[in-house]
T-cell receptor, first 114, second 114 residues
Framework: KNQVEQSPQSLIILEGKNCTLQCNYTVSPFSNLRWYKQDTGRGPVSLTIMTFSENTKSNGRYTATLDADTKQSSLHITASQLSDSASYICVVSAEETGANNLFFGTGTRLTVIP | KAGVTQTPRYLIKTRGQQVTLSCSPISGHRSVSWYQQTPGQGLQFLFEYFSETQRNKGNFPGRFSGRQFSNSRSEMNVSTLELGDSALYLC?????????????FGEGSRLTVL
C-alpha cells in the first residue's frame, strides 16, 4: 500500500535553533518527492522537488535530503525564524499508473517561539 | 504573473445544499487539480482536469464533480452537502498533467456545512 508518514506530528522550537522533519514512504514506483510549506489558512507553497538521483536539495535555509534506498527524506531548517511557523507537508509522486499518483503525508506542524 | 485564484474564500452552507467552487489557474497552465484538506485526513486528491478532460480521480463519492472550461478555469461542485464535507478545498495548477510538474496551489475555499 502506498503511504507517506511524517514525524513528528508537531514540534516547538526556539527562534534561531535548527530542526529536522522526517518523511518515510512506501510509494512505488517512485517518481519524485516534494516538500511544501503551508501557513495557517493559506495554500501550500513548494519548497523542493527531488527525483531519484538527487540526494540533497537546498532552498535558502531549507535543505531536503532523500535516501531512495531506505525510502526516507528529511527537511532541515537552519536558524529558524518566527515566519517558519507552519505545517510542512511531504508529498511523494509515483510513476504514471493511470490513476491518482500523488500521496500526501499529514504534515508536521512547526511552531517557532521567540 | 498572477497566481492561482480561488473563489469564494469562505462560505457557509447547510446540509442538503449544493456548492460550486471556482479556480482560475496560472496563465498558460492547462492542468487543474482539486484537493480536500481536513485536520484529521490531511490533503486528499479529488480529481484533475487537463485540456477540459478529467484525467485522474480520487476516491470520493459521485456528489463531488468538476469541470474545466476552454480557458482552463475549473469549477468543482458538491451536491447534497453533508457535515463531513466541511473542509478547506484547494486547487492547484500545473503545466503538465498527471502531477508530473510542479503544483502551484491557490489559497483555498473554506467550506463550513451546518
Amino acid at each position: 500500500k502506498n503511504q507517506v508518514e511524517q514525524s513528528p506530528q508537531s514540534l516547538i522550537i526556539l527562534e534561531g535553533k535548527n530542526c529536522t522533519l522526517q518523511c518515510n514512504y512506501t510509494v512505488s514506483p517512485f517518481s519524485n518527492l516534494r516538500w511544501y510549506k503551508q501557513d495557517t489558512g493559506r495554500g501550500p507553497v513548494s519548497l523542493t522537488i527531488m527525483t531519484f538521483s538527487e540526494n540533497t536539495k537546498s532552498n535558502g535555509r531549507y535543505t531536503a535530503t532523500l535516501d531512495a534506498d531506505t525510502k526516507q527524506s528529511s527537511l532541515h531548517i537552519t536558524a529558524s525564524q518566527l515566519s517558519d511557523s507552519a505545517s510542512y507537508i511531504c508529498v511523494v509522486s509515483a510513476e504514471e499508473t493511470g490513476a491518482n499518483n500523488l500521496f500526501f503525508g499529514t504534515g508536521t506542524r512547526l511552531t517557532v517561539i521567540p | 504573473k498572477a497566481g492561482v485564484t480561488q473563489t469564494p474564500r469562505y462560505l457557509i452552507k447547510t446540509r442538503g445544499q449544493q456548492v460550486t467552487l471556482s479556480c482560475s489557474p496560472i496563465s498558460g497552465h492547462r492542468s487543474v487539480s482539486w484537493y480536500q484538506q481536513t485536520p484529521g485526513q490531511g490533503l486528499q486528491f479529488l480529481f484533475e482536469y487537463f485540456s477540459e478532460t478529467q484525467r485522474n480521480k480520487g476516491n470520493f463519492p459521485g456528489r463531488f464533480s468538476g469541470r474545466q472550461f476552454s480557458n482552463s478555469r475549473s469549477e468543482m461542485n458538491v451536491s447534497t452537502l453533508e457535515l463531513g464535507d466541511s473542509a478547506l478545498y484547494l486547487c492547484a495548477s500545473s503545466l503538465f498533467t498527471k502531477n508530473t510538474g510542479e503544483l502551484f496551489f491557490g489559497e483555498g475555499s473554506r467550506l463550513t456545512v451546518l
